[in-house]
């Protein structure tokens, strides 16, 4: 470690931060399935989180070896890199979407419930129901 403080006085060089890298995990994850969706969305939206912000570091330590060593394999890397950053940008707001989606669909599929009715009759029996003569066709 003392060299590598006496390599970063020669080179004029600031130390990187450590990061261990560790994704946060929501304390509280249950096995009931209505909390699993919960749970779900906020595990897969903190690692994308984790992703962009690690990721951004990342960039700029990316960027800073491409201004120094000038090499134009370190410029496409880092092209690309930001292009995957982008990527799991639009995922995030796509994973924000997705999860709107299904709440609107399980509330609307537990609104519109559907009993099916069976008339078990001839057309002229069910054209008597209609207009009211219920008495002559339902059997007591």
């Keep these: 470690m003392k060299n590598m403080n006496e390599l970063?006085?020669?080179?004029?060089?600031?130390p990187m931060e450590e990061n261990t890298g560790e994704l946060i995990v929501p304390e509280?994850?249950?096995?009931n399935k209505e909390l699993d969706k919960e749970d779900d969305y906020q595990l897969a939206r903190q690692t994308m989180r984790t992703v962009l912000m690690t990721g951004g570091s990342t960039l700029t330590d990316l960027l800073e070896l491409s201004k120094n060593?000038?090499?134009?394999r370190t410029y496409e890397v880092a092209g690309q890199f930001m292009k995957t950053l982008s990527d799991v940008s639009k995922d995030l707001l796509g994973l924000q979407k997705q999860v709107k989606e299904l709440d609107t669909e399980e509330s609307v599929n537990k609104i519109n419930t559907q009993n099916n009715v069976v008339f078990a009759g001839s057309t002229n029996e069910?054209?008597?129901?209609?207009?009211?003569?219920?008495?002559?066709?339902?059997?007591q």
């Design 126 to 139: 069910l054209m008597k129901f209609l207009n009211g003569n219920k008495n002559d066709i339902i059997d």
């Design 69 to 72: 060593s000038e090499h134009p």
């Design 8 to 14: 970063n006085k020669l080179f004029n060089l600031n």
């Design 28 to 31: 509280n994850l249950n096995a």
